[in-house]
Structure formats: C-alpha cells, structure tokens
C-alpha cells in the first residue's frame, strides 16, 4: 500500500496534541498544550483559524458540528464549528479530564479524568448523566461502542475496562498495563479503538502489539503485530470502513494493518522520530492525520485509492474468502456479511455460496486452494470453538438485521455450550504491605506505621531507602542505598525489615537491620529458595516473619535464627505484626461480583503458641477490597476497606469484627479516600491522612495527618436514647483491651480502666432515667440487669423517689441475684484456688476429697502456680495448720455424734456439692475412702488463704486465672432461692476472706482485728504488720478519720509501695507466723490429745467472732433502702 507522506507542519507548542477531521473531511482540526483549537481547511492552510478553549488542551472530538473540548479548567466544554462560539459547559472534574470521545451518532460524549471517573453525558441534555466508578488510578482514554451498549476505558491503574453504560457497572477488566500514578508518566496513552462497522471488535495497544477482543463474548480473538515495532504502540485508530487499523508509536511509527488477513500493509516513520500521540481517518478513508508531542501536525495521503485498487484487481473469491474469514473469526454466523462495507468495491455480495459455510474444520480446503488460518488463531489463542463464540454474541444481542433472511440454513458446526450467566468472578487483590504506597511510584512510603516512616527513593539520581522515626529517642533516623532494589518494608521498635523480588540471577532476599541490638553486626540476610519470592512481610516483639509465592510463611527470630516454617491457606494478602501477636489476610476462595473472598489467621507466638482466629473469612464491604491491616497500639486487630470502613476484632463477643469507623462518610468527594496510618483505643483515635482525589498521598509535601473520632453503625444515633447506645457500646467494645493485655501478662492503666467503667455506669444510669421518664419499665429493669451492684443500688433510689413501687421492688430482686451471683463467684474462685494445697487429695482417682472433717463431691481442679506472694500466703497458711491437722485424728465421729454442726462448713445449692446438714454415715461414704482421706482442716481456713483479689479489683486480676479443669461432671445446680442459712454462710466465709487478702479492697472494709487476739487468731499478713507499724503516723496525718477510713488510707499507701518492699513485709509476717507456730507445738505437746473438743470450740467461738465483725453484706444493705415492701 504505498502512500506519500506529507511534510510536517508546526501547530502547537511542545507537548501533547491530538487531531481530527469533521465530518465533511474538509477540515483537519487539532488541540495543544497551548490552550488553542486550530482549524485548517487541508495541511497547506497558511492562516487556521484558532480558539483559545483554556491553558491547556488535552483531548477534542468532532461531530454533527458540535466540538468538545477537554480543558486545564477542569471541564468539559461544547462549540460550535466551524464559528468557535462557546455553547456551554458538558461536565465537570475535580482534577482535569484526560480524554473524550463521541459516540457514532453524536448524541453522547464520554470523558474520561484524572479523578478515576468516566462519565457519559447526553448533548442535548447534560443534566442526563452516568458516572462509572471503578478505576484506581487517572483515565487514559475512553471509547463508546458504536451500539451504544458498552464502553471501553483504559486506566493508569495498569486495566483496560469494559462497561455495561445502562448498568453502570463493569463488565470485565483486563490488566493489560505498566501501572503508573499519572497521564504524565505513562509509557502508553493506551487510547483504544471500537471497530466501526459492526462495532464486532475492540482494539488495544498492548506494548508492541494490538489485542482485537471480541465483543459480547470479551475474549482475545487475534493479535496484530509486526517484526519492525519494536517501541511501544501509543494510540490505534480504524479506517471507516472497518478493515484497515492504524497505530502510532513511541518512536515514530506508523503501521496499517489488514485486519482480516492480519498482515501490515503500510510502514511509515516519524521524519524526526517523535512520538506519534494523534491519529485520524478522513471520512473517505484516503488519508490519516497525526500529531506529535511536539505540536506538529503530518498527513499519508493515498491510503483509500491504493486499497480500492487493490482490492478491485484482485479475484471474487479471493475477496470475499479473506472477509469471511475475519467474519467467522468473532461469531462465525451465517449471514456472510463483508465488514470492510465503507470500501467502494463492487464485488462484496451480501450472500454467500451455500458451501462456503462448511469450511468448519482446518483441513478443508477453499475454492483459492489455500488452508484456512482460522484454527490457528482460534486454538492457539482462545482454545474455543466457533459455535461457542456465536453463542455469546447472540447473548449480547449482536446479530445483523435481514441478514439471515437471505442467508440458507445451514447445520450447527458443533454441540452449543450453555452460556454461563450468574456472576463472574473477582480478579484476585494482589498482595501489598499495609501503609505503603504502590511500588510502581519513583517516590513512595514504603511503610507508615506508629514507630515512622520509610520512604523508597528510586530515580536517575538516587535508589536509597530513608527512615524516619517518630520518636528521636527510639533510633535517629537513617538513610540507607537500596542496592537490591527493595520494594517491601516493615519498621518496629527494635529492627528495620526489607525485602527484594529476585531475578533470573540472584534470589529474593529477606535484610533485617537489627539496630536495637547491642551487637556491633546489626544487620543480617537470607536468601529465599529458588523460584520462591517474598509476598509479605512484618515484625512483631523479638520475631520477623515473611509469606513467600510459594504458600509458605517463614518465622525468624529478630536475630536472624529460623524459628518455624508452615504452609499458609492461600496466596497471601498482607499480614501484620504487634508483641506476640501475628495477623495473616489470604485469599480463601476466588471472589465474586466484585467482592474478595479473603480469609484471616490470629496466632500467638509466645511461649505457649497457639492460633486464635483458625482461617475465617474476613467480612468486607460489597465490592471493596482491602486497603490496611494493623494493630491498635493496645494490641486489637484492626483493618480498612477501599469503602473506607474501619472494623475492630471483639474479643469479647467470639472474636467477631465491629464496625467503628467509616471514613467515607467524611469524605468532601467520592475521589477523596482516607490513607489510614494508625489506631489507637485510649484516646479513641483514628490516625489517617486525607487524600484528595487518590486514595494515597504524595511523598512531597509531608502530608498531615488527621484524627478522626469513632462511631459504631447504631441505628437513630440523632436522637439521645441512640447516640447513648452507641457511646456505651463503644465504651465496652474499647475496654475489651483491658482484659487482653492483663492476661497477656502486660501492666494495665488501672486509672484508665476505672474511669472507662465509670463512664459506662453513666451511661447506664442516664438510660435507665431516660425509659423511666418514657414509663419503659421493662427496658429499665433490662438496663439494671447491665449494671453493678453499687449502680443497681442508685437505680433503686431513682425508682423509689419517682414513686414507682413496683419497678424497685424488681430491681430489689436484681440487686439480690446480683449479690448471689457474686458470691458463687467468689465461691468458685476460692475454691480453684484451694484444691492445689492438698495434692494427695487432688490426686484421688475418684474425684472425692475430704476437707475440714466433711466429705464434699467436689471435682478434681488443677490450677496454675499461684503468684509468688499467693505462694507465701499458702505456706504461712500450711504451716499455721499443721498442729491441728495432727491433732484431728478422727472428725467424722464428733460429727455424728453433734447435730450442731455449723452449716457455714459448705454452701448448698453448688454445683457437685452434698448436702451439707446431711450427718455422715455409712451410707454416705465408704470407710476405705474415709482411711485414704488425708487429715483435713478448717474449710474457712482454705478458702480465706487461697483468696487471691475481691471480684471488684478488676477484670486485670480475674483474667491472669489459668485454665481450670474438671474431670467430674458436675450436678446441676438448684435453681430454688438461697436461704438464711446459705446467706449465713456467705458471710462467715466472706469474713475470712477479706481478713486474708486485705491487698485488694472488699465494697466494705472490716474493722481492724484486735491486737490482743487469742491462741486461735489467724497468721498475719504483710499488710496487718505494716498496718501496726504505720497506724501512728497515719492518725497524726488524718487525726479525724474513722477506723474504718484509716483501714482505707492504710491500704491505699501499701499499694504504692514497691513490689520488693511489700515482699519483704510479707517475709516478716511469715517468719513471726513460724514462731507463733513453734509455740503452739510445744504447747499442745504438754497438754496431750484430749483437747480436741476445746479446740473445736474455740474454732467455732473465732467464727462467731468473725461473724459479729462482718459488716453488711449486699442482701443486708437493701434494707436500709427508702423503700419498703410492706
């Protein structure tokens, strides 16, 4: 196909340029980075006539004399041709738009922008629009389907995209691209081509190559190429008639290709080799116009007449065999129509011999004597059948009308296969690192987390990594030379860890800077095994570990020694580590109508290892993929969604997630995103940094951050009784930390607890008069049920006052039930802990033990090793013990003997218990176990030393409980009230209890015991003995306290007194308790074995003793309540 090519003219200033022609072909119309539109009646116009549309112009479309511009403004503008005057403005961007395009008619415009939308505006009407959202990254070019069905949109983001336009939503997507973070930057305008006639094709530059995918089906159906590209292809554009294509290049090319014979038939080159960024067919198809990034404007001439002639010399059949050919190609139906209809050649017939539509196999041959090609494109590249693809055309509605009114049946080619229609699937999310930047970016955060920054530099000057720590005192901050060419990166309090894909030569790497290391070598590296490369990576206290392609995750000590190596779930996403603590996010399943089918591993890489969260799937929102995993500061698992929800791992409720945030909702733009950077519990915190029209920041300037506060989806959050809900509820959800970090062994802010409980009592307390105010009894009672005891109390008085009787008679039964449960709970607590200081009972193969002279049916318990000064408590307790262990030879015959057993020795209604005023016999136990029994001691005595804290110390202290197991079923527990009897009970035990363990204050503090106590008083503490020391001083500091409020100061100033300093108390209240104990020997040794029955008494004379100094218990203290029941 020769054809002469045109000296160039100069239009524009340097940079960007695109051309067209009108309709007429009359005149060539271009735009430049100069702001102006010139119109130039032919290539030889001395004097077009131009407008100035802006600073900048970056694209123009041409048609039915309407011209669009789009502009530096922002905007997408509208004039007439060829007078130049302003006819308003189309839409608008929040950045610039990129690229626009008519569609054939002329009745549409499509704009595509840098803000990552693409929108179709009606001319007419610009009020008529629709906005598809889905790319992430600025818009390279747009193109409307000739039907007016689909739209094709290709995107920095590396994805060319297909559109359902009625739909708006996206109907396939192909990552096809060098990604990269602007028009500016991109290798490859990418501006992509729908074939005019029959609009059966869409053409995309792909590197050197053009991929022609088929419409309705979307499947690769050839690829057009040529031995001479060797650049880039820039731009495509079809001739009128649908057979030629033509496509620029970086370099300068310019190629024309036969599409139906997939042959180049026209080579040109640039005459000073710029790149080519413009090109356009005349309407008669017998010249092509280009542009340059140099504002200068060139013509082919000759292209159309050297086609027609070619065309007209050549036979009938050999014509119409290569049309029919790139017919059958895309849906292979039977019309036979020729697609190059705009060329004037009479020898295209719209009917087709009979036979020719058999020619279904390779191996059969054409009247031309030639083999067909079509299996070779077909098999190689698509690997389906020809009926397959017409069964997907008829889907879409792609058939020619009359077409087949003319054409003869004939027979099916093959079997059809069915055409799926339920949804597709999701492209998987590739991996990245939370808080990083894409790796694509010169300039970029490699990490951003709450120790600093990492930044990656990666240009003509510099290939180095900087760090930045937030806080100086940790490390200064340093700059290290990224000669491996590291994209990954994690940052700790301890160590700097990065990583590098390998190459054909070297292998990926893992470097860790271990700068918190008192080693003069910080740093150490591991060479991944071949064909393995880094996915992932974090740190965590003390451990690295790295998620490989190969499914793997690799533990390493921040040392650098191989800890453990397992394989993971499914490719990974990203993970996460904080302390012990290691968060993984994988692929589970594929994903699909846009949703991600992610799933989420929690394991705890302490001394005892173990997996929390066992692969479940990690909720998201509907079509949204993942955007950052972490850690709270505190230590809860946290992640964000691309739609800007922020959820939170309740441990609380089955390790479930809560929604607490949601950044879109405070976003001014649908284009601006929310970079999430850190969250913290206490102050509830949400560190982001806001990103305007991105979804990441920039390197330069430092971005700031921004706080945002937390709010949990409640519904009728304006109105006072939700927006409460919602406070008390979050308060709960940010308290569960609490218990987390106690029982992980870390120092809790008991300040910061006390006030988040007080808060949530508040809160309790302000609903409960809020329903009251509502005469919502019921849902106060509910309320109450959510209180403590001490709330329940105030909520009594409240109802009491406001005069409703029968609401405080039902909170009276809260309050009780309430006080019950506590003491059960008190109850199990002791009795856990009690069961360690008799190991020969614990032993027993059959579950029973004896204790105190009673037999009790009570489950064996293995427990934890108590805390060093639990231990000290027990010893100076075994020791008090042990003369009348001794002395107690038989207490099974006393007890027979005397029905006035004290009914305190065990509570009813326990779980596994018998009956306490049972008296013993034969019938009750076998004298076999009563000789195996050890000899047993006060019941009292146990429980008041094994006492560890009051139930009001706090969740810090319960949670640090191990594990408690129970081989013997327990019997159900009775469901009847408990009586006098019971509640006597209760507070006999109570007594000792918070006489034992004054550390931890009980609701009511007792007086203080009597100096001058008898043989029996029970050993002292190292707080009694401190108190006795100390006492003095106390009552010159506060002269006008009570005993019981001195008792208090007293307790508050021996808690602030060091951990080694309240030990050393303990050990002189141990070593006094050992002499007290040699005494006793020596004297129940002069006064020989008849003095059990004393001794029993004074056992029982100390618990009346006890008794009368018991202060109120819960059931007592309703009573001095304003209201009466009677």
Known sequence: MPC???????????????????????????????????????????????????????????KNGKLVTASSNNTVQIHTFPDGDPDGILTRFTTNATHVAFNSS??????????????????????????????????????????????????????????????????????????????????????????????????????TKVHLYARGSWDLASTLSDDLQTQLINVVAWSPCGRFLAAGGVGGSLTVWDVTSELCVERQKHEKGFTVCGLAWSPSGSQLAYTDTEGCLGLLDGLGSTSSTSSSSSSTKPARKAAEDYDDLFDDDDDGRVMDEGLSDGNNSPVKKPGDDEDDDDCLMPATGRPRNRGAVLDDELSLDAGSLKFGRDKFGDDDDGSSAVTPAAPPPG??????????????????????TPAHLTHRFMMWNSVGIVRGYNDDQDNAVDVEFHDTAVHHAMHLTNSLGHTMADLSQEAVLLACPGTEELASKLQCLHFSSWDTNKDWMVDLPAGEEARALCLGGGWAAVATSALMLRLFSVGGVQRDVFSLQGNVVCMAGHGEQLLIVYHRAPGFDGDQALGVQLLRLGPRKRQLIRGEALPLSHRSHL?????????????????????????SLGNTWTPVCNTGETCKSRSDHYWVVGVH?????????????????PTLPRPAVAILPFKLPMCQTSTEKGLMEEQFLRSVLFENHFGFLSASGYEVDEEAQTRSQKEQQELLMKMFALSCKLER?????????????????????????????????????????????????????????????????????????????????????????????????????????????????????????????????TPIGKAGRANPFKVSSSASFSPSAAAAAPRGTNILDNMAS????????????????G????????????????????????????????????????????????????????????FQLWLEENRKSISADHPELEETEVIKEAMGRFRTLSAEERLSWTERAKSQTGEAADLKKRKRGGGGGGGGDDERGAVEADENGAKKKRSLDPSAKLSAFAFNKN
């Open 946 to 961: 094994g006492r560890k804290a009051s139930p009001l110390a706090g969740s810090a202290g319960k949670a640090n409980k």
């Open 681 to 697: 519990e206490n102050p509830q915190q949400l560190r982001c940094i806001p990103c305007k029209g991105s979804r990441y920041p």
């Open 4 to 62: 002469e090519r045109k000296p160039m003219r100069y239009g524009h200033s340097e940079g960007h340029t695109e051309v067209c022609f009108d309709d007429s072909g009359r005149f060539l119309v271009t735009c430049g980075n100069d702001g102006d539109v010139r119109i130039w009646e032919g290539l030889d116009d001395d004097d077009p006539k131009f407008i100035t549309v802006g600073e900048k112009a970056y694209s123009l479309a041409l």
């Open 777 to 905: 009894e019921f849902r106060c009672v509910e309320l109450a049920e959510l209180m403590t005891h001490n709330a329940v109390t105030l909520a009594i008085r409240y109802a009491s006052r406001s005069r409703r009787m029968g609401l405080a008679q039902r909170l009276s039964e809260v309050a009780l039930e309430k006080a019950n449960r506590l003491q059960q709970q008190e109850e199990e607590e002791e009795e856990s802990e009690e069961e360690p200081e008799h190991p020969a009972a614990a032993r027993r193969p059959s579950g029973y033990q004896v204790t105190g002279g009673r037999r009790s049916n009570r489950p064996e318990q293995v427990e934890q090793v108590p805390e060093p000064e639990e231990e000290e408590e027990v010893e100076q307790m075994e020791q008090d013990e042990e003369p009348e262990t001794r002395k107690r030879v038989n207490p099974f015959a006393k007890e027979a003997a005397s029905p006035a057993v004290s009914p305190s020795l």
């Open 627 to 651: 955007t950052w995993l972490g850690f709270t500061a505190e230590g809860t698992p946290c992640y964000a969604d691309s739609e800007g929800a922020v959820r939170m791992l309740n441990r």
């Open 106 to 207: 002329g009745s549409r415009v499509a704009a595509g922008s840098s803000d990552f939308m693409v929108k179709v505006v009606e001319v007419s009407d610009s009020s008529q629009q629709k906005t598809l959202r889905g790319h992430e990254a600025p818009v390279l070019s747009v193109t409307l389907d000739p039907k007016d069905d689909f739209l094709a949109s290709a995107s920095c983001d590396g994805s060319v995209a297909v559109w359902n336009i009625e739909e708006q939503s996206q109907l396939i997507r192909w990552p096809l691209l060098q990604k990269t973070n602007d028009v500016s930057n991109a290798k490859s305008l990418c501006r992509l081509a729908w074939q005019p006639a029959g609009a059966k094709a869409l053409a995309v530059p792909v590197e």
């Open 963 to 1022: 594990p408690v197991l129970k081989p013997l079923p327990p019997r159900p527990r009775s469901k009847t009230q408990p009586t006098l009897l019971q509640m006597t009970s209760s507070k006999k035990k109570t007594q000792g209890i918070t006489q034992k363990q004054p550390e931890a204050p009980p609701p009511t503090p007792p007086p203080a015991p009597p100096a001058d106590s008898g043989e029996n008083e029970r050993p002292k503490t190292g």
């Open 415 to 436: 079997p059809l296969r069915p055409v799926y229609e339920g949804p597709l699937p999701t492209p998987p999310q590739k991996a990245f690192q939370p808080g990083s």
